[in-house]
């Protein structure tokens, strides 16, 4: 069974900053792409930022410039660094993984494991 367990969400004022972190444990043989999504109320959700297994990153018009995701391979982390926070930022933001297990010698790889997700919220 795989866990994908996010934190440092919270309540910031604009203009402030927040670093997400989600861990990814259990029986992982090996992760490929993780990343962050994010949604509002009332809205659909959203890609915010994916980072590969090789580093290659890709951003939302919204977070560039201003989000920088970034991972730890040997802690099976991804990190998300959120500066310049807009009231537009607020959301749920939800950790995803695409990854491969390895039971009884078999492997089985998927890309939806998600986290429980986090709340940010943007507010003076």
């Known amino acids: 069974q795989v866990q994908l367990v996010e934190s440092g969400g919270g309540l910031v004022q604009p203009g402030g900053s927040l670093r997400l972190s989600c861990a990814a444990s259990?029986?992982?043989?090996?992760?490929?792409?993780m990343g962050w999504y994010r949604q509002a109320p009332g809205k659909e959700r959203e890609l915010v930022a994916v980072?590969?297994?090789?580093?290659?990153?890709n951003y939302a018009d919204s977070a560039k410039g201003r989000f920088t995701i970034s991972r730890d391979n040997a802690k099976n982390t991804v990190y998300m660094q959120m500066n310049s926070l807009k009231p537009e930022d607020s959301a749920v933001y939800y950790c995803?993984?695409?990854?491969?297990?390895?039971?009884?010698?078999?492997?089985?790889?998927?890309?939806?494991?998600w986290g429980q997700g986090t709340q940010v919220t943007v507010s003076s």
């Open positions: 995803n993984a695409a990854l491969c297990t390895a039971v009884s010698g078999a492997l089985a790889c998927r890309s939806d494991y």
């Open positions: 259990g029986r992982i043989f090996s992760i490929n792409g």
């Open positions: 980072i590969s297994i090789g580093g290659s990153t």
